[in-house]
């Protein structure tokens, strides 16, 4: 089966989306709010990021270092969430934290403003300018977000594998049309793609492992996963702090041989 991603914009009914699905099948749901909290277990950190995003133009080289943190540490509890398939992740642009492979599905669900407001009144108990202005707000927000931490535009349909507007389709037929999908042999998870998955969940174990200790988390260092081989990649380093960073590495590394070659970390990649 599939892992679906579904891209929710504000008030665009995903949640009510999410909760038929649930009612309606036996697959596994994962929210952006879940991979939050187990990101803010190191000390607060997915809270930080979005409270010094809105003063990341003015100072980039502090909030760089805690975005790397934040996107590693994300990829890794959404990659322990994706041990099998028959998922559907839900938030704002977390599909773009992995790179795309043959069982992933991104979805964009889309609503005309009238459904927005009406979900917005209903919610938040607010009157219509009150909606308006939030949603205004909340946009604005959340494509921010995706420019800072992906260098992306969310409202790029080319993003997604499929765009869904809650304007010409019910929500019962988004609810059919996703499941068929999930379904669908052709985004069955085969071994080369549990492979591809299985990699990129111990390269991030390993920068996970590099971000999370006091004595590395300052590093541009990204791996690599090949074979019995995990390649650190990253800047010239001293033979103290390259001894450190190899060491920390090995614990992550599943009994794997660790090599270090100077070079770009481009932990960015994965979100092409």
Aim: some cysteine; glycine content about 6%; charged content about 25%.
């Amino acid at each position: 089966m599939a892992v679906i991603f579904l891209s929710r914009g504000t008030m665009s009914g995903v949640r009510k989306l999410v909760g038929r699905l649930q009612h309606e099948s036996t697959l596994r749901f994962v929210s952006r709010e879940d991979l939050v909290e187990v990101v803010n277990r190191h000390g607060g950190l997915a809270t930080r990021v979005m409270e010094e995003i809105t003063t990341a133009d003015r100072a980039y080289e502090h909030f760089s270092q805690l975005r790397r943190a934040y996107l590693v540490l994300m990829r890794q509890a959404l990659l322990e969430e994706l041990t099998g398939d028959g998922v559907v992740y839900h938030g704002y642009s977390g599909h773009l934290l992995l790179p795309r492979m043959p069982h992933f599905v991104r979805v964009r669900i889309d609503a005309p403003i009238a459904i927005r407001l009406s979900l917005t009144m209903e919610r938040l108990g607010c009157d219509e300018e009150e909606a308006r202005n939030y949603i205004r707000d909340e946009d604005g927000r959340r494509v921010r977000w995706a420019r800072f931490m992906y260098g992306q535009d969310i409202s790029n349909p080319h993003l997604y594998d499929i765009v869904l507007n809650l304007r010409w389709m019910t929500l019962d037929a988004v609810c059919r049309l996703l499941m068929n999908v999930m379904a669908d042999p052709e985004y069955r998870c085969g071994d080369d793609a549990r492979r591809q998955v299985e990699r990129l969940r111990l390269a991030t174990d390993v920068e996970a492992a590099l971000v999370a200790d006091p004595r590395t988390h300052d590093l541009e260092v990204s791996a690599e996963v090949s074979d019995d081989v995990v390649t650190l990649v990253g800047p010239y380093l001293e033979r103290a702090a390259l001894g450190t960073a190899l060491e920390i590495a090995g614990a992550a590394a599943a009994g794997r041989r660790i090599d270090y070659r100077p070079g770009y970390a481009s932990y960015l990649s994965m979100t092409s």
